[in-house]
């Protein structure tokens, strides 16, 4: 009892630190995303706006009365009334969409230059920028009608830059980094967040010592940063960069806290009755029973050495003593059928906990076929499906005939080819009178459901080979049973693991639900009087069972049948696979 409530604590204390670990982690989760979320947001916004650049420079060179006027006027006071007109237009982009944006045009002709600066960056900044790409101009440089921003730096400043250039025409426009993606710092991130520009081949544009000290290492596409929690790397659409973004999400601490308050507090009231009960038990039923226990061995060794000729109240007692060792022998005949209720009720368990399994991978299947539209599988599968819930729930005994298993797997296999539409094929090889013997409920079909699910969608489809035959199992009949498939076949780590030790397992110690189920059902009907031994064939994967011999009589024609068995195959191999399915 003590063991039993110490294992309880204790599974109650790590189902609580398990809870609370899954809450901080799909917070952090759901923080990253929401983050992310925002990042994209950010960026598109800053794409729209440089798109947009890019439309008004264009309309200056091909369409603005103003930039026309400049190279086609004869006198000089026409020209600067155009220059003049021009230069306001620039400010009234400026005030209207392009606050940030510093503009510049230059007609080659009459040598006559048009800028407009942002407030925001300094003046030689701009005046170098302007410099720099009236020179590209002079020297017939020319970058067509390109939508990518350039980056440069000014001063270890980064700049987007824009140019277009129309016979004697050149207009061009420019933006500071910091201004074009400063919502990301003021909104978008954290205190601690901070962003790092690189170019097209991750190459930071301010050289690798910034990414050193702010502990980024890059990849091909993607990043890490040592001090955050998230980073990542986007590109720009229209720019010719892209961004090394590194923060840490904000989480919502307080339900964090709350909830860990929360669940402190119940499991220090757990441990508060688990301690209490603890007491109660060695205090008030353990001590006084084992006295009782003690006093009992002492007077049946008294009992040995002591004579009941002529001592009637001495017998009397003996009696009396005889009547309570008999109550203590039923007692003890009432615990051990308490015992074996107990395992019939942990088979249960075991066998109900196969159908929620099941029942999932359905639901996904409806789900997947009406995102298609396909009504008519539907049908088809919701019919199939209707057939294997009655079989589930009609038959409550722990065993069924072999007859009825076969039948559910070529049902189930018929609903995978529904969902993945396939042509996957069963073959059975067992002789009539086999059938009628008794296996446990879904035995062959979990294994035909890890056959097709670790086969994967193959175009010919898979053949899964459903063979039985007599044996014999410590002495006595039994049957065999292969189910042999023509997919990939195990690995040879799988196949050491899995025959390694009394129970099935799978890399690092962790149990596949419905192996793991079809071993406790077997232990628990037959005890260690059975088989399970899995192999890999020539074609494929194997599974060999053999179990104690159970025989039920045949059905009647009102019971239910899940569909009309089809004739045994004639063509199998030696490994039970059909020879036109083999090494497929």
């Known amino acids: 009892m003590l063991l039993v409530l110490t294992i309880l604590v204790l599974l109650i204390l790590s189902a609580g630190i398990f809870f609370l670990l899954y809450s901080v982690y799909d917070t952090q989760k759901a923080a990253t995303e929401r983050l992310d979320t925002a990042i994209q947001e950010q960026l598109s916004e800053a794409n729209r706006r440089l798109l947009t650049a890019n439309f008004y420079l264009t309309e ?20 600067n009334v155009a220059a003049r007109g021009l230069s306001e237009e620039f400010a009234y982009q400026g005030n209207y969409w392009a606050e940030d944006f510093s503009f510049f045009f230059f007609e080659r002709s009459s040598e006559t230059s048009v800028w407009h600066y942002s407030s925001d960056v300094p003046y030689r900044e701009c005046d170098e920028i302007q410099s720099r790409l009236k020179a590209r101009f002079l020297t017939g440089e020319n970058r067509g009608h390109s939508l990518s921003w350039n980056c440069i730096l000014v001063e ?7 140019y277009y250039s129309d016979k004697s025409n050149f207009a061009a426009a420019w933006i500071a ?67 090394a973004i590194a923060d840490t999400p904000y989480a919502d601490r307080g339900n964090l806290l709350l909830l860990a308050g929360f669940l402190c507090s119940v499991l220090l009231i757990l441990l508060l009755f688990s301690g209490y009960t603890f007491h109660y038990f ?82 996904s299947i409806i789900f997947s076929m009406s995102q298609a539209e396909d009504y008519e599988r539907i049908q088809m599968f919701c019919m199939k499906l209707s057939n294997y819930v009655r079989y589930l729930f009609t038959d409550g005994f722990s065993v069924v ?140 994967a194997g599974v060999y069972t053999v179990i104690p011999v159970r025989q039920t009589p045949v059905k009647s024609k009102n019971d239910f049948r899940p569909g009309e068995r ?4 004639t063509g199998l191999g030696k490994d039970g696979i059909d020879e036109s399915f083999a090494g497929g």
């Open 60 to 79: 200056v060179l091909m369409g603005n009365v103003q930039a026309s006027t400049i190279g086609a006027a004869q006198r000089v006071h026409d020209r």
């Open 156 to 162: 270890e400043r980064p700049y987007l830059v824009q």
């Open 177 to 243: 980094c910091d201004s074009l993606f400063s919502a990301l710092l003021d909104v978008v991130l954290t205190e601690q967040g901070f962003y790092v520009l690189v170019d097209e081949e991750n190459v930071p544009v301010l050289g690798d010592t910034q990414l050193w000290e702010l502990g980024i290492s890059l990849g091909e596409n993607e990043a890490a940063a040592e001090k955050s929690g998230f980073c990542g790397i986007y590109d720009m659409n229209r720019a010719n960069l892209r961004l």
């Open 282 to 363: 060695h205090h008030y039923i353990e001590i006084p029973f084992r006295q009782f226990r003690d006093r009992i061995d002492e007077y049946t060794a008294l009992r040995k050495n002591t004579k009941r000729h002529g001592f009637s109240e001495l017998n009397g007692a003996l009696e009396a003593f005889d009547s309570l060792e008999r109550q203590l022998n039923a007692l003890k005949i009432d615990f051990y059928e308490e015992k074996l209720t107990l395992a019939r009720t942990e088979l249960e368990y075991y066998q109900l906990q196969i159908k929620p399994h099941f029942f999932l991978n359905c639901f």
């Open 401 to 540: 005939p072999l007859e009825t298993e076969c039948a559910m797997v070529r049902e189930y296999v018929e609903i995978q080819n529904i969902r993945r539409r396939t042509e996957n094929k069963v073959k059975e090889d067992i002789p009539e009178d086999l059938l009628s013997l008794e296996i446990p409920p879904l035995l062959l079909m979990t294994f035909v459901e890890n056959s097709l699910k670790h086969a994967g969608v193959r175009q010919q489809g898979i053949c899964v080979s459903l063979k039985a035959g007599k044996a014999v199992l410590e002495g006595e009949p039994a049957l065999e049973l292969f189910v042999l498939d023509n997919g990939p076949g195990f690995s040879e780590q799988n196949l050491e693991e899995l025959n390694a030790g009394d129970e099935p397992k799978l890399s690092g110690g962790r149990k596949h639900v419905g192996l793991h189920n079809i071993y406790k059902r077997l232990s628990l009907l037959y005890g260690s009087h059975f088989r399970l031994e899995f192999y890999n064939t020539e074609a494929g």
């Open 566 to 569: 089809k004739a045994a195959p």
